[in-house]
């Protein structure tokens, strides 16, 4: 089975040290948050997850589920690993306290995210769809369904699912034809099929509640006329417990790739009653409070599922013997060398370390511009950290994803034979890792919303939130011999990224399809630049404690992402530049 025990210190240092999280303790309501705070409860979430979720991942993948008359199984063990999660207080780690949360900043929550997608991101689809729920419900639900439905998702009795998709739209929600008829009572009729619906039924709770995007009868053509609803698993009865059954059902499970255990399942609503949450014709906008969430999550997965790939991959290269190092044997008393000392090998697990933790701190650093945005009594400071997020999601979401899929595929290779043979789980990681960069909004609609909403939005406001800090980091850092190293590299790709942005802007402005031809390659490229950003940053911190095993590791993984990795932004730039000329130019027919 694979090994995995949660990177504690790593999380420490990215919250702590680099993001500097202390500052939260100055907001009011959060006095209490400090690492004094946050390790027991990391600690205790790192248990749950290594000793709870872990044993589960592989039989869970090979299990999956079961729909037997319109009743989902859940794999072996994981009603009772639901349970104990339910019992351990941790749904409402990160939920508000007016109903019956704990209050933790997402700084907290985020890595215990990561943790749980470590060690089994199949079960974390089921609590993670439910606070999306619970977001979107506190955010814009009436009063009433407030106190009748949050209490529930706070402690994890109910469960909770997000309703887009359907056969003919998933990007373009746009198209989407479930129809919601008002009833005499206040209540509304839902009819239609959604597909792909992660955790839409299952036996982890007593009821399941369904945010459904549907269409009112005289809703305008388009995504201005969608609505969102609350649809019941069971109708509430007067006391609030799960009365009559609604009607809707799962009409099939999905087969797909990876992340097997989580239930995707074909949501039949048939007449289903439900309740409108919000305004008419809204709904979209509603949704999205629970999408943006979920794309901040989504990235995580990508990060979880590198990390475990990559303890895995480290404890194998050093066991593993094969061939000599070129240059000297590295264990001349063994018949070879562990393939730890080859040199191609110890490329793979320092790229994989230096994105997997590069991304850690990126995360550690939204996380905290979600708290502060949350909790900031001063107006511009809030907005500021809001900003912040807006621009950073869409590059949390396809960044840390792509990266997932890669690191996972890499921690494979350093396996050779044996990564690709089901025994060793590696292969799981990365079937499992494929999914995110997919679902919650392709990489490639991620790559839109940057360049096409986050960029220009405000006149580029939420851009000035991340050039001006770094543009100041870097002056500041002028003239520091020893930084040098860090901070000329990260001078000559952030000009770089300046300058792109501005061109991108420009032609895209002029020609929208210019825009889009370059997207992808330019998210890359921003990502690079925050990375190096927080890497610059950690080897500031490094720098002179070398005695201590942690920071010199630290410092070397800097120096191989500064030197190693960075230097992509070139390639990357480049790509930009050659623009869409040659993507228009080719006939649909010549494909
Ligand atoms: C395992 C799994 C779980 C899921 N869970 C849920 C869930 O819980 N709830 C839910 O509602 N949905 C869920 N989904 C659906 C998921 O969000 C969609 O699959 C995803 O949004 C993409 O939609 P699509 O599959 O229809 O692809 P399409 O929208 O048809 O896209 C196909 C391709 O075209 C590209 N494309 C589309 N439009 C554009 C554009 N305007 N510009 C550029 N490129 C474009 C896309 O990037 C993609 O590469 C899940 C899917 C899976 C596989």
Redesign the pocket.
């Known amino acids: 089975m694979p090994i995995y025990k949660a990177p504690l210190r790593d999380m420490h240092f990215a919250l702590w040290e680099t993001a500097g999280a202390g500052i939260l303790g100055a907001l009011p309501g959060m006095e209490e948050v400090g690492a004094e705070l946050a390790a027991p409860v990391l600690e205790g979430a790192a248990a749950f997850c290594e000793e709870v979720l872990l044993p589960l991942n592989r039989t869970g993948d090979e299990e999956g589920c079961l729909l037997e008359n319109g009743a989902v199984r859940t794999p072996s063990g994981f009603t009772e690993a639901y349970r104990a999660y339910r019992e351990g207080g941790w749904p409402a780690l990160a939920c508000d306290t007016a109903f019956g949360g704990q209050g933790l900043p997402k700084i907290v929550s985020v890595m215990f995210e990561e943790m749980i997608c470590s060690a089994n991101l199949a079960f974390g689809m089921y609590p993670g769809?439910s606070h999306g729920a619970y977001s979107a419900l506190r955010a814009h639900g009436s009063e009433a369904q407030k106190a009748l439905y949050l209490p529930k998702l706070v402690d994890g009795t109910w469960a909770g699912?997000?309703?887009?998709?359907e056969p003919h739209?998933?990007?373009?929600l746009g198209l989407l034809r479930t129809r919601a008829e008002p009833a005499s009572d206040g209540r509304y009729r839902i009819t239609g099929t959604?597909i792909?619906?992660?955790a839409g039924e299952h036996d982890l709770t007593e009821n399941i509640v369904h945010l459904v995007l549907a269409r009112l009868p005289d809703a305008p053509r388009g995504s201005r006329g969608i609505s969102l609803f609350l649809v019941p698993k069971c109708i509430p009865d007067a006391q609030g417990n799960p009365g009559a059954r609604n009607a809707v059902v799962a009409g099939a499970l999905?087969h797909?790739m990876g992340?097997k255990a989580s239930a995707?399942c074909v949501m039949n609503f048939d007449g289903a009653i439900g309740w409108l949450v919000g305004a008419p014709n809204k709904g979209l906008a509603a949704m999205f409070t629970m999408m943006n969430e979920a794309r901040l999550s989504v990235g995580i997965q990508g990060l979880g599922l590198a990390e475990i790939s990559y303890q895995n991959a480290v404890a194998y290269a050093r066991e593993r013997l094969q061939g000599r190092r070129p240059g000297g044997a590295a264990a001349p008393e063994k018949p070879a060398d562990p393939i730890i000392a080859h040199p191609d090998v110890r490329r793979m697990l320092l790229t994989m370390r230096a994105w997997i933790q590069g991304c850690r701190m990126l995360a550690a650093r939204t996380a905290l511009a979600i708290d502060i945005a949350a909790h900031d009594p001063v107006p511009a400071r809030a907005q500021a950290a809001e900003d912040e997020v807006a621009l950073m999601t869409p590059i949390v979401k396809a960044l840390f994803s792509d990266m997932g899929w890669e690191m996972t595929a890499l921690g494979m290779q350093v396996l050779g034979g044996h990564g690709y043979i089901r025994e060793w789980g590696m292969e799981q990681f990365v079937r499992d890792a494929r999914?995110a960069q997919?679902?919650?909004?392709?990489n490639?609609?991620q790559a839109?919303d940057l360049v096409g909403r986050k960029m220009p939005a405000h006149g580029g406001r939420a851009l000035r939130r991340f050039f001006h800090p770094v543009s100041e980091w870097i002056a500041a850092r002028a003239g520091r011999a020893e930084m040098a190293e860090f901070v000329e590299p990260l001078a000559k790709a952030f000009g770089r990224l300046q300058g792109i942005t501005a061109e991108l802007a420009r032609r895209g402005l002029a020609d929208p399809f210019e825009a889009g031809a370059g997207a992808s390659e330019y998210l890359r490229l921003f990502g690079l630049v925050a990375l190096a950003r927080e890497w610059a940053r950690a080897a500031e911190i490094a720098l002179g404690r070398q005695e201590d095993a942690f920071y010199r590791a630290k410092l070397g993984t800097a120096r191989f992402f500064i030197r190693n990795i960075l230097p992509q932004h070139t390639g990357l730039a480049a790509s930009v530049l050659a623009g869409g000329a040659a993507l228009r130019a080719f006939a649909d027919t010549d494909f």
């Not at 699912?161 to 998709?165: A, E």
């Not at 997919?438 to 392709?442: K, L």
């Open positions: 769809l699912t997000m309703c887009l998709t739209c998933g990007t373009d959604k792909f619906i992660s999905e797909k992340i995707t999914i997919i679902y919650e909004g392709t490639g609609v839109l």
